[in-house]
Every structure is written in C-alpha cells, then in structure tokens.
C-alpha cells in the first residue's frame, strides 16, 4: 500500500438502467456495466444509489467486479417489494464504500444485474485518479 493517499482528480457520476432478469449468481447471463475504470491511475468508486422505476417485486440487485477476463460477484442488495403512489416512494437502496472500490485500468469495470425483469436506475458516485 503507498504512503501517499490517492484523492479523485475528476469527480464523475456514471449511471446506467438494468431491465433483463438474469437469476445467474456467477457473473454469466445479462450484465451491464455501471462504471469503466480510467487508463491511468484508475478510478475509484465511493456510493452506489439503486432507484426503482415503478412498482418492484422483492428481489436481488447485483454488482460484479469484471478484470477484464472474469466476472465475479462482489455485492448483493436486496430489493423490497414496492408500489410507489402518492404517499409511498419507490424503491431505493444505497451502498457506501467505506474505502471505495478501486479499478486500476480500462480494463477493469463494475458491472450489476437484477434478479426480476424490472426497471431500476443504478448511479455510481465517485471519480477518475
């Protein structure tokens, strides 16, 4: 580990839409990516923020960290079942990464699935090195 802490230069939101049930638990089936690592010296990964678009069914969303070559998963959230109305929001969920999620290069991605076949934004927070 270095001596020096490594600040984000660049902070970024990325963000992406999951839609297609994938059951899989073992980084197979539809996957899609949330963040692509930077070139150089990488990229860093503090808070991932899960909304339901609609009503949901209780299930799974979950992250994969991809090195280019293997899928493996890395976090599982739960999804609660919900029917937003007037008075009830929908579906959200946040994971904090104490120590953030490190992606070395652009080889590197965070990538998540859903269990159901419905929709859910998913926005990662953090930024390039």
């Known amino acids: 580990m270095g001596a020096t802490p490594q600040f984000i230069a660049t902070p970024q939101p990325w963000m992406n839409q999951l839609t297609a049930a994938n059951a899989n638990r073992d980084g197979t089936g539809t996957l ?11 990229t860093r990964i503090d808070k991932v923020r899960i909304m339901g678009v609609g009503t949901v069914t209780a299930g799974m969303i979950r992250f994969y960290l991809n090195d280019g070559t293997n899928k493996r998963l890395i976090k599982e ?7 937003p109305s007037a008075s009830v929001p929908g579906f959200e969920d946040e994971w904090t990464l104490t120590d953030g999620l490190y ?13 159901n076949a419905e929709t859910f934004n998913v926005f990662a927070f953090g930024g390039n090195l």
């Open 32 to 42: 899609v990516t949330l963040v692509t690592g930077a070139a150089t010296p990488g």
């Open 77 to 83: 959230r739960a999804v609660a079942a919900t029917t």
């Open 103 to 115: 992606l070395p290069s652009a080889s590197w991605s965070l990538m998540a699935s859903t269990h």
